[in-house]
């Protein structure tokens, strides 16, 4: 009987030795860090199931010493100055559309150039991002100095409840 279990238990891939699993993430790294391809595709690309591929490479980037390796690394392929040119070049984006455009002169064109105003606009708002102008949602924190200016514009009733429900989102969000 213990046999016939044994026979229908799947079989597992053989255990991977440390060297090889290294030599997975650092050809994954360096295949993220070229940026052509999805998650999915870089991990299928370094040997790992095409059913789990993108949430292994996901985990595996959540690594702290992983990001570190990563950014490292991004920091060699992409230098800040390359990176600056590329977001100035964003900023004066434009598109071809097609117009039909009649010129004082009587001179028509079918296509023009005109501002990508979408393309403008997610580089200015990387910029800002990246100058600290804009910080993430996340990110913030409430001190006692934006504590006290909410409690002082509250109808003193309100305050004690105010605060007992700040309480309990911050911990909520702590989990």
Known sequence: M???????????????????????????????????KTQ?????EAGLSPNSAGAQVHQILQNPSIKKS???????????????????????????ISANVIASNGETKDF???????????????ISKLKGYVVDKSQHGLDERVLSILCS??????VQEFKKKLSELLQADKK
Not at 70 to 89: G, H, S, V
Not at 112 to 126: E, G, H, T
């Open 2 to 36: 213990a046999e016939k279990k044994k026979q229908n238990q799947p079989k597992h891939h053989a255990g991977k030795s440390r060297e090889v699993v290294k030599a997975r993430r650092n050809k994954i790294l360096k295949a993220m860090a070229k940026g052509n």
């Open 40 to 44: 999915k595709q870089v991990g299928i």
């Open 70 to 96: 990563f950014q490292e690394l991004l920091n060699e392929t992409i230098p800040d100055d390359r990176q600056a040119n590329k977001y100035l070049e964003c900023l004066d984006a434009t598109k071809v």
């Open 112 to 126: 023009i150039n005109v501002p990508d105003y979408a393309v403008q606009l997610k580089a200015n708002d990387s």
């Open 153 to 158: 514009i509250l109808p003193s009733e309100y």
